[in-house]
């Protein structure tokens, strides 16, 4: 079968040809039908810090995986044949697209305790992105953020994640605000029903937020976020821009903030998160692309060029 594979940083993925592989004990092969594209994926190329996560070379990338199963290995129970599933990257049984081959490509073994159902209403290149994107933005937003009704809640960023974080925290009944400074995503952001638009965080200075979500993750927008907070009040970081950076630790002292970090989610978050996306509660924005051009798709959002998400459907 073809996989697009990593092989070093700063070098271009190639379309190798990979053997088809067989599940074992505990596992299901699938069918990939769709596959996410990854601010994570270009980090791996671009940036020598990600290869103490590699497992190997060549390695197929891509962990936003959803799929149909195809076969069932040995002692498998509670999924069959034809079950449309998607692959939660963060059970700590080796992350696809890591420590192992992920689903850039047209079969995938996953372990029973990844997967998580697809509601039949749908569609698998939404279930796709809800495996990273949908979870990340979501365990952020609930899970550590702790977000309720009522709360003034900042969302930094309108990407991927934050379109989706925004939109989970006004279905929650918060009054939520965003800093984008790419203008064409402002919207979406409206349509989300977001209360305010800035093109900068550090406007929020002083605000008093409850709550701030930082899913850009750039030096400048964290330390924003730091100053837009009330006393006691939280901020969650998640995007990783930028991954070594001083702060000022004066305010988070004194005013007793809360700074948090958050990674991936459960099983549970993508369920809820599947359930969101099936009642047209999220409707996140996402391109489709070919299996073939998942490369360009990387380049595409190296340089900025995408609003939203990239999915492919492999071949």
């Not at 996953?110 to 998580?116: F, R, S």
């Not at 051009?293 to 998400?309: N, S």
């Amino acid at each position: 079968m073809k996989g697009w594979c990593f092989t070093a940083t700063n070098e271009p993925l190639q379309l190798l040809d990979i053997d088809e592989p067989r599940p074992g004990p505990g596992e299901v092969l699938l069918d990939v039908k769709a596959a996410g594209l990854c601010h994570s994926d270009v980090g791996v190329m671009t940036d020598p810090i990600w290869m103490s996560r590699i497992g190997f070379t060549p390695l197929i990338l891509g962990h936003e995986i959803a799929g149909v199963v195809s076969a069932l290995g040995p002692g498998v129970e509670n999924v069959k044949v034809g079950d449309r599933v998607g692959v939660c990257p963060s059970v700590g049984v080796g992350t696809p697209g890591f420590q192992r081959h992920g689903g850039f490509t047209s079969k995938f073994v996953a372990k029973v305790v990844e997967l998580v159902p697809v509601p039949e209403s749908l569609s698998l290149d939404l279930a796709a992105l809800g495996t990273d994107a949908g979870m990340t933005a979501y365990h952020a937003m609930v899970s550590r953020g702790r977000v309720e009704p009522g709360m003034k809640v900042g969302v930094i960023g309108f990407g991927g994640l934050g379109q989706i974080g925004a939109r989970v925290a006004v279905v929650r009944g918060a009054e939520v605000h965003v800093a984008e400074p790419n203008e064409a995503a402002w919207p979406a952001a409206r349509a989300a029903g977001v209360s305010d638009i800035v093109p900068d965080a550090s406007a929020w200075a002083g605000k008093g937020f409850d709550l701030v979500v930082d899913y850009a993750g750039f030096d400048t927008t964290t330390r924003a976020a730091v100053k837009a907070v009330r006393r006691h009040g939280r901020v969650v970081l998640v995007g990783m821009a930028r991954l070594e950076f001083t702060l000022d630790t004066m305010p988070v002292i004194l005013s007793e903030i809360e700074f948090l970090g958050s990674a991936g989610g459960t099983p549970q978050d993508i369920a809820e998160v599947y359930e969101l996306l099936a009642a047209g509660d999220i409707a996140p924005t996402v391109t489709v692309i070919d299996f073939l051009d998942i490369a360009k798709g990387l380049d595409d959002l190296r340089h900025h060029r995408i609003t939203g998400r990239l999915v492919s459907r492999p071949g």
